[in-house]
Structures are given as structure tokens and as C-alpha cells.
């Protein structure tokens, strides 16, 4: 019996007409075969490979936010919302994960969220909303750590040069360059074992962070410890709302599909092994540091934690700390970066890239490295010239983290499986849904009055 190479199952291959457990019962027509699929999602990787991969999507230095975020909802909120957070996503990735086994199961292995809203919701969906929706979002968070990335290295420099001259761009044409090269990675299996580092690296900073934060609060200069909240009552509602924001895009990912496609087959149970494995680094992570940070800097916490360790006058923190932070959150940034770039790379080696020729052969290799190359540039000139892209990456937040991460999973499942509408299943999945969209209208009027009041800041190439 011939063998042959099927697009959905990458480079996995199989018996024409053989049944695999997972699905993988149609046969292949070469003539589709997705250059962008076969190469950068190749389905090899294990449950642990694929809880390296969670980790690095979710997992990232903008949990260092999240004592800011608690001072603006207060304790018993702060930690309801952190839990809610962790359960609704965790919930919703399984959603996922279970959709994309029935759907592998009818003999159409799902490998990118824009398919599942192509096959489950129709082809509009994919093609008009869910598709260029996720785009903007990886893209977009490419920017974001490309401009972290700058900023951190800034604050390594200031460190041992407190007047120096160096302006922002700088450091994040620097940040570009290494970007650039893990770039390069060919696929997103290739990822594992920087993907891996990436999840020591988060959970090192997160000891720096508890441990910073433990030693300033019991320290002779601890600040005044209070915990109401401040501002009129308008600022507050809009700062809650901020908050909630703040801590739900803390657990958005937005590539599970994607994650779950680099599973070798039979995929059944090891995505819920992988998010078990993520999971436990998110409790272990956001609730040490929210809490840790918020006990010991109340209402006078910062956007980031590390901006609260460097005090009113001088660092509250020896300098070698200071410094070994923000090099595990610098190098965790870099591998985020390469992880968001998934998805694009995807989209364009599906262009370019020859899927009947070697993925090494040469006319598959030279546009891949332009194009990574051209994609990584792009990204990295739009942070140097927005550096307030964090209030434009909020706004995008809303309308993209949420409706991919809370919404489309619950739709997703109902739609795919048909559960009763009077089970608890459907009415779970609603109720999440009708929230969620009440969070994105009200948070969304909130981040653009966020930007209106920080407008006047607004200035291209700024060195913020």
C-alpha cells in the first residue's frame, strides 16, 4: 500500500485510506498541500513539549502588572478575579481541545483557530473576523515585546549609567536583532527547547519578584501599607475595569489551536496534560507575585513591579538583583516574541514556500529568511516609533483576547456538539459568553479614556 504526506498531519505519514484514532481518515489531494502547515506545524511534539509552548504564550513578564491591577480592584476582588481568571481559561482551553478531537474524529483535523470558525461557524468567520482578528493580535504582541524588550534593556543600562544618553529606540533595534535570529527557528516544534528555558526563565523572575517583594514589605523602608482605593468614584469604576482587563489578558493565549496542531497523533489527552502542566505554572506565578506585590506596595503599586522596586530616590534592591530580573525577563520576552511569530510565519511560508520541495532546499529557505526577517523589522520599527503602543495594545486586547480566549471556545463547543440547552454546559458556556462581551464593551470605553488622558504623552519615537 502507497504512503503519502497528509496536509493535516504534516509530516506524519500514513496508509492511503487507513483510519488513525484521531480522525486522520481523508485522503490526501497533494495539490492542497500548505507550505506554511507542513513546515512550521509539524505535529512531532509531546504533552510536555506542548506545555512549553502554553507556558511561553501565556506565561510572560506582563504578570508583573498584576499587583497593579489588584490595587485597582482591592483584596477580595483582585483575588476573585485572578481565580476566575484561571478557571474560565483553563475551562475554555479544553473547550478548544475538545472541539478540535471531534472535529479530527469527522476526518477534518483543525490546525489554526481561522479553520475551526471556517468548518464549525462558516467561511465567512474564519476568512472575515476570526482569521485577520488573530493576526493582529500575534502581530501586535510581537510589537509589545519587541517595546518590553527595549525597555528592559533601557533599565539594565540606567542601572549602571543613571545619566546616560542612550534613547529608547536604540535599545529595542537591539532587542530586534535578537528576535531576528530565534526567528529563524524553522518551526514551531523547533521551539521546544527554548520554550522550555522560557518557562524556567518566568518561573526565576517570579522568584525574584516574590522575593523582592517579601524582603521590601518587612524592610525599615517598606512603604505605607494601604489598601484603599483612590480617586473619585468615576476613577474608580474605570480603574476596576482596568483591572479586570489587565488580569484577563494575563490569561489570554490565543494560538491554542495552533499549540495543539504541533501534538503528534494520537493527540487525545495530551493537550489537557500539556495545560495541567501550564496551569501549574500559573498559579504558582500570578498569585505570588499579584499578591506578594500588592501586600507590600497597597494603592502605590506601579504598572510593573520592577518599577516599584527602584523606589522615589534610589533602588529598594541591590543593584545585582535588580539587574538578574530583568535579564529572566528580557531573554523570557525574546522567546515570546518567537512563539507569536507562529502564526505569521505560517500565513507567509504558506505564499512562499514550495510544500513539494525540502524545507531546507534553497528556493524554501531564502524567502523564509527574508520574510522572518522583513516581519521582525517591521515589528520592531512600529515599537520604536509608538512606544505607548501598551494603551493601542490594550484597546486591541479587548476586542481580540477576549472574543478568542473567552467567547469563541464557549461558541465553538455549543455549535460542535449541540449540548441541551437546559444543561449546565450550555448555560455555562452562555453566561460566559454574555459577560464577556459586557467586559469588552465597558473595557473598551475604558482604555479609550486611557488613551485620551495619556495623549498628551503621545509622541513618535519617545523616549519613554
Not at 484597546?395 to 483576547?401: D, R
Amino acid at each position: 500500500m502507497g504512503t503519502a504526506v497528509v496536509p493535516s498531519s504534516m509530516e506524519v505519514s500514513i496508509p492511503l485510506g487507513d483510519q488513525k484514532d484521531d480522525g486522520f481518515a481523508d485522503r490526501p489531494n497533494l495539490k492542497d498541500l500548505d507550505a506554511g502547515a507542513l513546515f512550521v506545524l509539524k505535529s512531532r511534539g509531546s504533552r510536555w513539549h506542548c506545555g512549553y509552548h502554553l507556558t511561553t504564550s501565556i506565561v510572560a513578564p506582563v504578570l508583573l502588572s498584576l499587583s497593579f491591577a489588584m490595587s485597582l480592584l482591592g483584596w477580595v476582588i483582585g483575588v476573585m478575579c485572578l481565580t476566575l481568571g484561571a478557571v474560565v481559561t483553563f475551562y475554555s482551553y479544553n473547550l478548544i481541545s475538545l472541539v478540535l478531537e471531534q472535529q479530527a474524529h469527522l476526518g477534518q483535523r483543525q490546525l489554526r483557530f481561522r479553520d475551526m470558525a471556517h468548518d464549525i461557524l462558516g467561511p465567512a468567520w474564519g476568512k472575515y473576523f476570526v482569521g485577520p482578528l488573530q493576526f493582529v493580535i500575534c502581530y501586535g504582541a510581537v510589537v509589545a515585546c519587541s517595546l518590553l524588550g527595549g525597555q528592559s534593556l533601557k533599565f539594565i543600562y540606567l542601572l549602571y549609567k543613571p545619566d546616560g544618553k542612550m534613547q529608547l529606540y536604540q535599545f529595542i533595534t537591539m532587542f530586534g536583532g535578537l528576535t531576528r535570529l530565534l526567528a529563524q527557528v524553522p518551526s514551531f516544534h523547533s521551539l521546544r527547547h527554548i520554550n522550555l528555558a522560557s518557562l524556567v526563565l518566568c518561573l526565576a523572575y517570579n522568584v525574584c519578584a516574590l522575593g523582592g517583594s517579601i524582603h521590601i514589605g518587612n524592610s525599615a523602608n517598606a512603604p505605607p501599607k494601604d489598601y484603599s482605593m483612590v480617586g473619585s468614584q468615576v476613577d474608580r469604576i474605570f480603574g476596576a475595569f482596568n483591572g479586570i482587563s489587565i488580569i484577563a489578558t494575563t490569561y489570554a493565549s490565543g494560538i491554542i489551536p495552533e499549540i495543539q496542531a504541533t501534538l503528534a497523533p494520537p493527540v487525545k489527552g495530551k493537550m489537557f496534560k500539556g495545560l495541567c502542566v501550564c496551569y501549574s505554572v500559573i498559579v504558582t506565578t500570578y498569585f505570588s507575585v499579584g499578591i506578594s506585590g500588592y501586600w507590600a506596595f497597597g494603592n502605590q503599586s506601579k504598572g510593573t513591579i520592577l518599577t516599584n522596586f527602584m523606589g522615589e530616590i534610589k533602588p529598594l534592591l541591590p543593584t545585582w538583583f535588580l539587574l538578574m530580573t530583568n535579564i529572566f525577563c528580557l531573554l523570557q520576552l525574546s522567546a515570546v516574541a518567537v512563539v507569536y511569530l507562529q502564526p505569521t510565519n505560517k500565513v507567509f511560508e504558506k505564499k512562499l514556500a514550495d510544500p513539494k520541495m525540502d524545507q531546507f532546499s534553497t528556493c524554501n529557505v531564502v524567502p523564509r529568511l527574508i520574510a522572518r526577517s522583513l516581519l521582525v523589522v517591521v515589528a520592531t520599527t512600529v515599537a520604536m516609533m509608538l512606544p505607548f503602543f501598551g494603551d493601542i495594545m490594550a484597546l486591541l486586547g479587548m476586542f481580540g483576547c477576549i472574543p478568542l480566549d473567552f467567547i469563541l471556545p464557549m461558541v465553538f463547543y455549543n455549535v460542535a456538539f449541540e449540548p441541551s440547552k437546559r444543561s449546565f454546559m450550555f448555560r455555562a458556556n452562555t453566561t460566559i459568553v454574555v459577560v464577556s462581551l459586557v467586559l469588552v464593551g465597558i473595557s473598551a470605553v475604558a482604555s479609550v479614556r486611557q488613551m485620551a488622558l495619556d495623549a498628551k504623552t503621545y509622541r513618535l519615537f519617545a523616549n519613554m
